[in-house]
């Protein structure tokens, strides 16, 4: 198997990409930053959310016009996911369950892309026992610290992001690495929102992320 590091064989689709991704991880800096400053926010929440969901509806539009719908699905839910997530939860109460509901079931569909596209002797099904004894371990580490009412939604959410990476260690190796970027950044997610002065950024969780997707669209574009 030949690796392809473009989408589709596109040097432009790859670079549109990654350019929408560049426009993505800056405006979640800058409005991070704001936001931490108690300044007010240069652009409307609804476009700064549609800003962060470009790249994923970028891949679903890809996959739709070639064809794979159901891969196309999965993009178009992630969407909907980043959407929802970045919108204010005191003008949106319900949007945080939503996005990780919309996110879970995203994770549900590439599970089932992944299983439907194996390679063949499953090489890089034991990379899957890394992947899984690190979450336990940062999940043990940060479940304490999650509010009550919300540790049902998180466990069954990273319990698909188990699952969903346990199928996509069974398919090619684009598939895995864009799973487990994935899987990173909703680590990292996690450490930044439940454990006080954690480093990380929108660089570390939204760019890990979008990368994520990138492989993954390899995955399943290239190795038909």
Known sequence: MTFNYLLRDSAAWTLFFFGLVVVAVVTQLIKNHRKRLKKKL????LLSALIKAAPALFLSGLCWYVGLNLI?????????GDIL???PEEKFPLAFEFGAGSFGVALIVFAVASYYKPLAGHP???????NVIIALFIIRWVLPLIPRSRRKLELAYFSLLIISNFFAGHSNAAVFLGSSLWFMSDLSIGLSTYVPKTPTNSLDTLGLYD???YFLAIGFLNFN
């Open 42 to 45: 240069i652009l409307p929440y």
């Open 72 to 80: 196309a699905a999965g993009f178009l839910l992630c969407a909907v």
């Open 85 to 87: 997530l970045d919108l």
């Open 124 to 130: 890089l099904r034991p990379l899957v026992l890394t």
């Open 211 to 213: 990368l994520g997707l």
